[in-house]
């Protein structure tokens, strides 16, 4: 049987933050990345998050970020390799040390937003970022965008790679997600999502927002937890993917 992972951003919230649909949708994926605290999260928050993922047998990521709490890390930031090396150690072994002291182990690092788009088309942060990740831990898995710097960069330095597609977002033909700054970056419909992760998982392309479909690898399918249709999303594209024969998994 096919087999394929489905991740989903979480732990996003502060203070008296409600787990609600973070537990929710945690019923529907295998793997969560988890807020680090420098786009979002706090000691608290993620400490409950990775508890509850750890509960429902749910494998733990790291999702470090800029540190922007008001731009949720999605502004570009001008921060040198070594700034990045040190910030993703930083937050990668805070991870490490709460799925520890729960019991858990951490299982793979995801960066997040702006960090994620910039290092994937820039080859030093993404070594940055892998050796980070490395001399932390040579056995977790490094998450990133599909035919990246970053699943290059990785596999370079040793470390192992998932290459990442999404669900609700749409690609250009280099193979770069859509600006959010552009109003079609974002999929809305459920059918649509749908119709894009069958095609990913089962032919390994995927069409662009101009037209033309371009190959890709799919070996990880990111869901935003954020999203306004993130339940209905996650709850639908696990249904549709195992009536297609292809079974939810995390990448072990």
């Known amino acids: 049987m096919k087999e394929i992972d ?24 295998s793997s969560v990345n988890v807020a680090c605290g420098f786009h979002a999260g706090d000691p608290s928050v993620i400490r409950r998050t990775v508890k509850t993922a750890i509960e429902k047998g ?42 520890l002291s729960l019991g858990g182990r951490l299982h793979h690092v995801k960066p997040h937003g702006a960090l994620y788009n910039q290092a994937a088309a820039d080859e030093k942060l993404s070594e940055a970022i892998a050796r980070a990740v490395l001399d932390l ?5 490094l998450y990133g965008l599909s035919g990246s710097q970053l699943t290059s960069r990785a596999e370079s330095v040793g470390l192992r790679s998932a290459s990442e597609v999404f669900a609700d ?4 033909p280099d193979g770069s997600l859509t ?59 696990k249904r549709k993917l195992e009536e297609n024969g292809i079974r939810i998994r995390a990448i072990f």
């Open 58 to 99: 749910v494998a733990v990521g790291a999702h470090p970020g800029y540190p922007d709490l008001q731009g949720f890390g999605r502004r570009a930031m001008a921060i040198s390799p070594e700034e990045v090396y040190d910030m993703v150690l930083y937050q990668v072994a805070a991870l490490q040390g709460i799925c």
């Open 179 to 237: 600006s959010r700054k552009q109003p079609d970056a974002l999929i809305s419909s459920t059918d649509l999502a749908v119709e894009q992760v069958i095609g990913m998982v089962r032919n390994q392309k995927v069409k662009t927002l101009p037209g033309p479909e371009i190959n890709l690898k799919a070996e990880t399918i990111c869901i935003h937890g954020d999203g306004e249709n993130a339940l209905d999303f996650a709850r639908t594209i």
């Open 137 to 141: 831990d040579e056995k977790l898995i």
């Open 169 to 172: 977002r749409t690609y250009q």
């Open 6 to 29: 489905l991740n989903c951003d979480m732990g996003e919230g502060f203070g008296a933050w409600k787990m609600g649909r973070d537990a929710e949708l945690m019923d529907f994926v």
